[in-house]
Nanobody, 119 residues
Framework: QVQLVESGGGLVQPGGSLRLSCAAS????????MDWYRQAPGKQRELVAG???????NYSDSVKGRFTISRDNAKNTVSLQMNSLKPEDTAVYYC?????????????WGQGTQVTVSS
């Protein structure tokens, strides 16, 4: 079994910064992609940013230029640097990782960490 443990959420003022981190409980597995999702109250969960094993990244339009995703393949960690935060970034942020093994696909989710942007 694999667990994803997030850290780094909290309360920040508009324009401020936060860094989220996520660590997988096993370092011996390879994840095809490690992503960050978020879910605001009353809204669907949405992809914020993702990064593949090769380092290819993708971002939602709403965070491009403000957020940066990075990962350490050796440690199986993924981070999200969030700058110029806005009140609309307020949400629970979830770490996600996907592993492929043969024809099977395995999806893993963290427990979520709250990010609140407010003055």
């Amino acid at each position: 079994q694999v667990q994803l443990v997030e850290s780094g959420g909290g309360l920040v003022q508009p324009g401020g910064s936060l860094r989220l981190s996520c660590a997988a409980s096993r370092r011996d597995l390879s994840f095809v992609t490690m992503d960050w999702y978020r879910q605001a109250p009353g809204k669907q969960r949405e992809l914020v940013a993702g990064i593949t094993t090769d380092g290819n990244t993708n971002y939602s339009d709403s965070v491009k230029g403000r957020f940066t995703i990075s990962r350490d393949n050796a440690k199986n960690t993924v981070s999200l640097q969030m700058n110029s935060l806005k009140p609309e970034d307020t949400a629970v942020y979830y770490c996600y990782a996907r592993r492929n093994y043969g024809s099977s696909r395995y999806d893993y989710w963290g427990q979520g960490t709250q990010v609140t942007v407010s003055s």
